[in-house]
T-cell receptor
C-alpha cells in the first residue's frame, strides 16, 4: 500500500520558468492538501482540494500559483514564472475523510515533498 | 502573525531521559492539536494528537498535555531513544474549518546515546 507519492523529489528551475509538482494521494484518499516549507520555517497551508474541486485556497499566493486535482491522475501544483523566493519544500498530504475528522482521526499522511530550487 | 509558537529551536537530551517539547498558541478557536515528527528529506509523520476537550493523551512513550487556559501544550517522550532524534512540529486546527493545519516552526530534538 504505497503512501503519498510526490514527484519529482528535486526540481531546479531558472527564474521565469514554470514548475509543475505532482502528488498522487494514498489509495482510497480523495482529499489532497498542499503545504510549503520555506527555509527555517514551519509548514504553511496553501490549498485543499477534492476531486475536481478546490475547497480552500486561502493560503495560495494570488498570482502565478494554481492547483488542480482532476478526476483521473495526480494533483498538480503549478507555479508560473518562478522567482527565487519560490525556492522551498512543497509537501502534499492526503486524507480519506472530509471535514474535521480528517485531521483528527488520521493526522493525515504527508508525502516526502518536492524540493524546488530556483536559480 | 505566528499563531503556533515553538520558542525553543533545539533540545538535546541523554538517551533514557525525558524529552519535553513545548508549544504555545494564540488562537483560542483552535480545538485540535497534533504533533508531527520529521526526518531530513522526508515528509512529516503524524505522532500523536489531542482534542481540546481533553488535557492529556498518551500513546506508548509519547504523552501530550494540553493547558487550555495557558494556551500551551507539551509533548513528553519517555524514555527518549536515539531514533527519536528529529524535528518535531506542533500543529493546530479549528472546528468547522477545512482541516488546514497551522504549524509551528519546529524544534530539533537530539537524543545522545
Amino acid at each position: 500500500n504505497a503512501g503519498v507519492m510526490q514527484n519529482p523529489r528535486h526540481l531546479v528551475r531558472r527564474r521565469g520558468q514554470e514548475a509543475r509538482l505532482r502528488c498522487s494521494p494514498m489509495k482510497g484518499h480523495s482529499h489532497v492538501y498542499w503545504y510549503r516549507q520555506l527555509p527555517e520555517e514551519g509548514l504553511k497551508f496553501m490549498v485543499y482540494l477534492q476531486k475536481e474541486n478546490i475547497i480552500d485556497e486561502s493560503g495560495m499566493p494570488k498570482e502565478r500559483f494554481s492547483a488542480e486535482f482532476p478526476k483521473e491522475g495526480p494533483s498538480i501544483l503549478r507555479i508560473q514564472q518562478v522567482v527565487r523566493g519560490d525556492s522551498a519544500a512543497y509537501f502534499c498530504a492526503s486524507s480519506p475523510l472530509s471535514g474535521k475528522q480528517g485531521a483528527q482521526n488520521y493526522g493525515y499522511t504527508f508525502g516526502s515533498g518536492t524540493r524546488l530550487t530556483v536559480v | 502573525d505566528q499563531q503556533v509558537k515553538q520558542n525553543s529551536p533545539s533540545l538535546s537530551v541523554q538517551e533514557g531521559r525525558i524529552s519535553i517539547l513545548n508549544c504555545d498558541y494564540t488562537n483560542s478557536m483552535f480545538d485540535y492539536f497534533l504533533w508531527y515528527k520529521k526526518y531530513p528529506a522526508e515528509g512529516p509523520t503524524f505522532l500523536i494528537s489531542i482534542s481540546s476537550i481533553k488535557d492529556k493523551n498518551e500513546d506508548g512513550r509519547f504523552t501530550v498535555f494540553l493547558n487550555k487556559s495557558a494556551k500551551h501544550l507539551s509533548l513528553h517522550i519517555v524514555p527518549s531513544q536515539p531514533g527519536d532524534s528529529a524535528v518535531y512540529f506542533c500543529a493546530a486546527t479549528t472546528q468547522g474549518g477545512s482541516e488546514k493545519l497551522v504549524f509551528g516552526k519546529g524544534m530539533k530534538l537530539t537524543v545522545n546515546p
